[in-house]
């Protein structure tokens, strides 16, 4: 009796794995393809007290920082990109205001993208928090993608020789990219 049940299972399961619905493959589908990843990274991170400032002179206004961005002009890049945000978040304790200047410039120092942002005061107490955020397309982009670093100017409009406080700058990239087939 269970030799019977045994053989009725397996020809019942041969015969409908030989009559299951197959649809043909179609490989031209593969030209219809298009991927859209979205990258998320950390863009630049600092972290400034009062004596940051001291060894840029006398009147200590300004801080400066150059990064190299060498995968914005990279061809995927350039090709795929379809928009692009930045996030800043400023956390000021200083009792004065700064602003921060990011400038996207090519291999020959030339300007091609730029993003000014004022800072409000804070105190030691109560740090202020200014957000940020910069969405890049079209024309923005093809400026953008012709950058190999970026020059953060921290711009101070009194000296900070004296004064107790922290700058703290975070700020994030996403990356859009659509790429087709």
Do not use: W
């Not at 045994?6 to 020809?11: A, G, K, S, T």
């Not at 020789?161 to 975070?170: A, F, I, P, S």
């Amino acid at each position: 009796m269970k030799k019977n049940t045994y053989l009725l299972f397996l020809f019942t399961a041969v015969f409908l794995l030989f009559t299951a619905c197959i649809k043909d493959t179609d490989f031209e589908q593969t030209d219809d393809i298009v991927l859209s990843p979205i990258l998320e990274l950390d863009f630049l991170f600092f972290d400034i007290n009062s004596e940051s400032f001291t060894e840029f002179g006398v009147n200590n206004l300004a801080i400066t920082d150059t990064t190299n961005l060498d995968f914005l002009n990279d061809e995927i890049a350039v090709d795929n990109l379809i928009m692009a945000d930045f996030y800043f978040k400023n956390t000021n304790s200083f009792p004065i205001q700064f602003t921060t200047q990011y400038q996207f410039l090519d291999e020959n120092n030339e300007l091609h993208y730029e993003i000014i942002i004022p800072i409000d005061a804070g105190t030691t107490s109560n740090p202020v928090v200014t957000e940020h955020n910069e969405t890049i397309e079209d024309e923005g982009l093809v400026n953008l993608t012709m950058a190999e670093k970026v020059v953060v100017n921290i711009l101070a409009n009194s000296p900070v020789d004296n004064l107790d406080g922290n700058l703290n700058v975070q700020s994030k990239a996403t990356y859009y990219l659509r790429i087709e087939q």
